[in-house]
C-alpha cells in the first residue's frame, strides 16, 4: 500500500530565507504526487502536483518541488519564505482516485 | 472560494443533539469524499462516493452518517457524538476516473461536541 512521510512534524525559518519540505513516498508504480497548503481554519489548497515528465514542477505561490524517483522523494521548495507563508503543508500520493497523505509539516515563519 | 462550500463553518452541539454538515460543489466533479483532521492527527478519511455510491467507510462510528444525493451534494449527519469527535470536518471533491487530478477542499466545519 502507498504511504507519505513527511520527517518534520515542525519547521521554523526566518523570513526572506529559503525553505525546503521533505516529503519521501512509497508506492509500486508511478506516481501521482501533490503538495497542499493548509492555513488556520481553512481547508486545504493545491499548491502543484506531478504527474510525468519535467521532475521540476513549479507551483503557486513561488513554490517549487523536485521529483526525485531514486529517493523516493518529493521535497517541496521556495527561494525566499514570506510571513504569508505561515501554514501546514501537506504532500500526498495518489492510488487510482484515493489520496493518501502524509501527516504535515508546520511552518513558521520568523520576522 | 474553492468551488466547494461547506455549513455552517461552526457548529457547537450537545453530546444529546442531532445536526447535519453540509457540502456543496458545482465544479462538475463526480467523487465526494469526507475527511476528519484532529489537533495533532494525520488526516483521516471517513467517507467516499464516487458516482453517488459509497465506496470507502473507513471504520467510522454509526453515529456518523453520510447521504449523497446527487453528485454536488454531501452530507455529513451526526447524533449522540462524544467530545473526542471535536474536529475540523473537510469535504473535498475530484473528478473520477481520474488518477492524477487531485481533490479540491472546502474550508471545512469546525465542530465543537459540549
Known amino acids: 500500500a502507498q504511504s507519505v512521510t513527511q520527517p518534520d512534524i515542525h519547521i521554523t525559518v526566518s523570513e526572506g530565507a529559503s525553505l525546503e519540505l521533505r516529503c519521501n513516498y512509497s508506492y509500486g508504480a508511478t506516481p501521482y504526487l501533490f503538495w497542499y497548503v493548509q492555513s488556520p481554519g481553512q481547508g486545504l489548497q493545491l499548491l502543484l502536483k506531478?504527474?510525468?515528465?519535467?521532475?521540476l514542477v513549479q507551483g503557486i505561490k513561488g513554490f517549487e518541488a523536485e521529483f526525485k524517483r531514486s529517493q523516493s522523494s518529493f521535497n517541496l521548495r521556495k527561494p525566499s519564505v514570506h510571513w504569508s507563508d505561515a501554514a501546514e503543508y501537506f504532500c500526498?500520493?495518489?492510488?487510482?482516485?484515493?489520496?493518501?497523505f502524509g501527516g504535515g509539516t508546520r511552518l513558521m515563519v520568523k520576522p | 472560494e474553492t468551488g466547494v462550500t461547506q455549513t455552517p463553518r461552526h457548529l457547537v452541539m450537545g453530546m444529546t443533539n442531532k445536526k447535519s454538515l453540509k457540502c456543496e460543489q458545482h465544479?462538475?466533479?463526480?467523487?465526494m469524499y469526507w475527511y476528519k483532521q484532529s489537533a495533532k492527527k494525520p488526516l483521516e478519511l471517513m467517507f467516499v462516493y464516487s458516482l453517488e455510491e459509497r465506496v470507502e467507510n473507513n471504520s467510522v462510528p454509526s453515529r456518523f452518517s453520510p447521504e449523497c444525493p446527487n453528485s454536488s451534494h454531501l452530507f455529513l449527519h451526526l447524533h449522540t457524538l462524544q467530545p473526542e469527535d471535536s474536529a475540523l470536518y473537510l469535504c473535498?471533491?475530484?473528478?473520477?476516473?481520474?488518477?492524477?487530478?487531485?481533490?479540491?477542499f472546502g474550508s471545512g466545519t469546525r465542530l465543537t461536541v459540549v
Open positions: 465544479l462538475g466533479h463526480n467523487a
Open positions: 506531478y504527474f510525468s515528465g519535467d521532475t
Open positions: 473535498a471533491s475530484s473528478l473520477v476516473p481520474s488518477e492524477g487530478y487531485g481533490y479540491t
Open positions: 500526498a500520493v495518489a492510488s487510482g482516485n484515493m489520496l493518501t
